[in-house]
């Protein structure tokens, strides 16, 4: 399985933008399809964007359509996530994930194997 790690995470005022990446390890992460995904405090973890290993425009939660923006660099091994226009209802522990090799995105984290540690977002009002 593809290991994972996200970085980018901070602490930052509503209306702010934030990176997040998640860098692959041991295996190419063009061949998987990337999922990112959060996790509020007493919430369960709900999707966020995804994107298929072919590439192609990726799948968003309507909640971050236009504001946030996924993307992979296969240079960099790395896939991003571009968080603009934040609002304390973002605040999450976001984690990136992959899935099989040769299947599908899905917004299903059941379907994820791999997962990164996570990394904390918090928005202040």
């Known amino acids: 399985q593809v290991q994972l790690v996200e970085s980018g995470g901070g602490l930052v005022q509503a209306g702010a933008s934030l990176r997040l990446s998640c860098t692959a390890s041991g295996r190419t992460i063009s061949n998987y399809p990337v999922g990112w995904f959060r996790q509020a405090p007493g919430k369960g973890r709900e999707f966020v964007a995804a994107m298929s290993s072919s590439g192609g425009s990726p799948y968003y939660k309507d909640s971050v359509k236009g504001r946030f923006t996924m993307s992979r660099d296969n240079v960099k091994n790395t896939v991003y996530l571009q968080m603009n226009r934040l609002r304390p209802e973002d605040s999450a522990v976001y984690y990136c994930?992959?899935?099989?090799?040769?299947?599908?995105?899905?917004?299903?984290?059941?379907?994820?194997?791999?997962w990164g540690p996570g990394t904390q977002v918090t928005v202040s009002s």
């Open positions: 994930a992959g899935r099989r090799k040769g299947s599908a995105w899905s917004r299903d984290y059941a379907d994820f194997g791999s």
